[in-house]
């Protein structure tokens, strides 16, 4: 059975719907446009602030991404973010200024809310998830206290690329420090977080939090699972971050410092043979391959490389012993598909796969 | 005396005639421009390769830079670089595949030169100049074997900015590991170097020989004249260099182990109170403050600070203490000024005032 | 019968073997990636300069698309573009300064080219193609006297996009005066055809003898067919031309002054209803509807309306009646794909449904 | 008494003060950064909206010109726009949303306001200024009936250019149509007017409200007073209006169908001679040249050319005739500076070599 055939298997019809929070912003714009004709999930509710609610989607939102709005979300009302959603899952790309409250408030009326805001990552009874990565961390969800609701959070998109790289690395051969240094696009920033005349030639160095994102959250995310709660990783991690005009694809300068003390071609192997419990379960958004490796040394470049498999599989190169850690990398990944809606989705898959929906 | 004053008293009459090789190139004709009205010199000669020369300099050059050609360097017959120039001293921007043979030309007949070119950096009679930095260095050409010609090279374009920002650390502090990570400028690829195909919305992790520069230049600037020769500093450097969409001004993300353990104000008084001989001897190219010092975070940025100075002085920001070197800060210079034409201009001003000119 | 298995059905096993000359470059490496898994023509030889020939395509080619190198084309040997290929028909992404002369020996030899370069479009007997405006020009190829062999050429970038929009209008109302003012992308200029030290933060108001072209074959392309010769359109066309620093994507803004006085609404619907022959044929390459009307005032714009039917469709927006002529919109249309690569394929979409090639 | 003598005998120490409305916005730091120094000008006082008021400027304004925050200007306490500042003069950068009503509270209050905004354009008493072009127009201001205030404007900054291009034409050979195609800078949209995200790797061919400015505006400043009011100039103007990914520096593509028949060197001749009462009256911020024509067809650029004259000169270039009007040519001007901050200062400078200043 070849892929396309597994896939179109995975088609029926009695799809899960769902429903997008904050779905006129950036974020919530993808994932309107990435579970259009999803096997598994229909978008049966819009959601966004007060001033927005009332009328048809198409007829709000701004939309700002390549292609049409999907023509079954454009004829959705458009909803407040008030707990009375026709769905009992949510993707939620809230703000962070306003998620904390409502994704709770969800939550605590029975929703599960599949969440891109930093809000809740470090709440200790919360997945913060990688399928590919920490697939066991769903379990988590048990502590909570809900009820039969529950939240589920996404990395940071400066995050999710870092750490499936460095993954396989920790298990093969131990992760002692991570140093990395940040290039990231301005769709990150979401689609007015950013004005043209701050970005066009030039660099900006500094995003705010984001150098704190990207020193702690992989040590949840890489973390075990022991008893209901989760032992952070021992890893020591520097982050500096910067933002390039670039419109999508976050590239990163990284740096690892290994316990064990492999070749280049050890880690080279460890990457192109990665694969996870997305893999293993054949979901209809993982990427067939996880990581890809380029021996080009200017390879991988945002413009050329971010949409390998559709934006969800991680682009690796640059490979080069380092004076000062043991290796040096660089690590390219979509920030609004693999590090944001793409990721959610993937995750959603991964519940739905283990029982966690119905 | 004002500044004003001082630097329109160093105008006369008597300027010493220089000549550029490579006068067509990126680096040459920032030569050209920098070099209209400078109270010293005066281009008299221009040179290039074989194919250009004969016509008015006017007439052959692209001209790429905002404003127009001089109109006395226009004048000027375009040559061929051989050693019949009609001046003893030159500035080049030639090309590194050209540039060492012709160098070493010029010199054995007779003829100063300054040299943007990597190819005579290493040779050990040779300085490799940053003028705050190691004006000592000078004496290196004593053992040169040219009889009266002499070579003298400015760094790369990386190397200046993060070395003028080391150089007062190294002396206050003790300068142990160097971590850096650039954010590398178009213009610094020559004029035609990169195809606006290839970054626009995009970055490029990679530029051939970048690195092994940046994590080599700076340890024989750091060194210590020993006896007619360097002895090079001990520290530790590891560099990833980038090509990013931004037309000037390389910004360098950097971190630092340092043998003292000084706080974050100690720093920033080291860097705000950095002078050296350009300072003191009042060079007409110096910049007054040589390092300048911002405390908002998102600071310094290529197109706001480029120009600090007239692109002589570098803007330093983002100074955070790390998780696992002691500091990180952010570089800004601008590379085609204090990083090429400019730097090499400021190190002939140096060379007159110590009287290494007639 | 739907879409899909409409165009499913069309893929065959006997494939009909093509070469690509100038397989290299901008153009040659589009036809490589857009033919990739065509139903009708197989790649079976790849051409370029004799310096390159002798490897494997995927060695030799500096590969600048987004995506991988099809993996057949890489395994190809690169050829010198002599008349020994081993396939009847061909692709010419060739140069202009090389063009006319290789294209005229293969035609003479009996290899039927569908060329991209300028050099024979106004060749008396030579059709200059779009599909969906003058499919009954390829009669003009019985003029020829190549023997077997014959050419057909693609007009333009900037042509096709404004003819498409152009022709309804003409048929419907008839048309006295076009002015059109283009804003062009990076990728037209080839890959290495523009430096990225010239087009960051700018525009380059001059493009040479593009506005020639734009002026004059329209003419052709909207010409009558008339006992094996054209009548050009008595159509008067003045053309400036700009580069702008978009990746791909022309957007051109266009006036008319048209015989018959049409309402916005008539435009509207004349464009929208608009369909030739290879719409009528099914073709594997022709976009389901030619041409998209956007009644927001701000679209269409290069970087979200450029891939509509994978860039093979044509995107107006902007319509406001005219101080000057009658009316006046924009016109987006995507320079490497219809405008080059995409165009020329479904040229030969159209002889082969038409018997021309066997 | 060369051009540097003149200008310094323009300065001394009893300046006028002046005050700058919305001084926080885009265009009101660009009024500080012309005004610093100014021989006629001191800015003693800052207005902006309430929310800002209270506080040193330098700790309010997000300062995003390349350069520091002038030092005077940054103490000065921010007030809000209530007639009770301690200044007769003042300047508007208010945005058009607010503009109005505040600019005729102050000129009712005894003010004299130069602004930059739409609301009052259009007024029959009110001049709408281009020193170059209609010096004469400031007698308009006897029609006011606001007291000692009154109220001058500035045009929009597409049209600023467009005029001073078209004014010798006009004089010289008659003027009958005019169609301009333009693409706009950034800066044109205010520092956060435009998102990164819509504009990188892109261009918008709209501009809400541009087109009508553009067509309207150079009928009032060409005009002939008459009698205490404006005759309109009988031109036909049509305008299309694009934003391209260019930081300063409007560029346009104009075409004209003139009364004489001249030939091309003819129009050279007029634009390279022009001078208006700013030159004769030699103000501070005068071009010593108001137009500069370039020979090179790919000339002029904005980011080559958008200086010249410290961004106060126009810059003319391809001219070529045209098949549809007489000629085509492409225009040059700096949308920030002479296209608004600084042509409101060469304004309130003609308004006090006029004696309209005490």
Redesign the interface.
């Known amino acids: 059975m070849n892929e396309w055939t597994r896939r179109l298997m995975n088609r029926h019809a009695d799809k899960i719907a769902v429903g997008v929070l904050g779905a006129t912003g950036?974020v919530g714009q993808k994932f309107i446009q990435l579970l259009q004709n999803h096997p598994y999930f229909e978008v049966t509710e819009v959601a966004a602030s007060p001033r927005s609610a009332g009328r048809p989607y198409g007829q709000v939102v701004q939309w700002?991404?390549?292609?049409n709005i999907p023509k079954e979300a454009a004829r959705l009302k458009l909803k407040e973010c008030q707990p009375d959603l026709q769905c009992a899952f949510l993707f939620s790309g809230l703000d962070a200024s306003v998620a904390g409250t409502i994704e709770t408030d969800f939550a605590r009326a029975g929703y599960t809310v599949v969440s891109n805001a930093k809000n809740h990552r470090f709440d200790a009874d919360v997945p913060l998830m990688i399928p590919e990565v920490n697939a066991d961390h769903l379990q988590l969800m048990h502590q909570q206290s809900y009820g039969t609701g529950k939240i589920i959070t996404n990395p940071n998109c400066s995050t999710i690329g870092m750490v499936l790289a460095l993954k396989p690395l920790m298990d093969a051969f131990g992760l002692q420090?991570v140093?990395a240094?940040t290039?990231q696009a301005?769709?990150g920033?979401g689609?007015?977080?950013?004005?043209?005349?701050?970005?066009?030639?030039?660099?900006?160095?500094?995003i705010k939090g984001e150098?704190e994102k990207l020193?702690t959250e992989p040590l949840k995310i890489l973390g075990q699972l022991n008893g209901g709660k989760i032992d952070e990783a021992s890893i020591?991690?520097?982050a500096?971050c910067?933002r390039?005009?670039?419109?999508d694809g976050h590239?990163e300068?990284i740096?690892v410092a290994l316990q064990n003390k492999p070749q280049k071609k050890d880690l080279i192997e460890c990457w192109t043979t990665f694969a996870g419990e997305p893999q293993r379960l054949k979901l209809p958004s993982a990427p067939l391959q996880p990581l890809y490796y380029f021996a080009e040394?200017?390879?991988?470049?945002?413009?050329?490389?971010?949409?390998?498999e559709q934006g969800m599989a991680v682009a690796i190169?640059?490979l080069?012993t380092?004076?000062?850690?043991d290796f040096?990398f660089?690590v390219l990944s979509h920030n609004t598909v693999r590090g944001a809606a793409g990721g959610a989705i993937l995750c959603a898959e991964l519940m739905k796969a283990k029982g966690y929906l119905q």
Chains 1, 2, 3, 4 share one sequence.
């Open positions: 950036s700002t991404l390549p292609g420090q140093n240094v290039m301005i769709s920033a689609f007015s977080g950013l004005a043209a005349a701050s970005i066009t030639d030039n660099v900006i160095p500094y150098e020193e020591n991690i520097s500096r910067n390039v005009p670039v419109i590239l300068s740096q040394p200017h390879y991988p470049q945002p413009r050329l490389h971010r949409d390998i190169g640059g080069r380092c004076n000062l850690f040096k660089n």
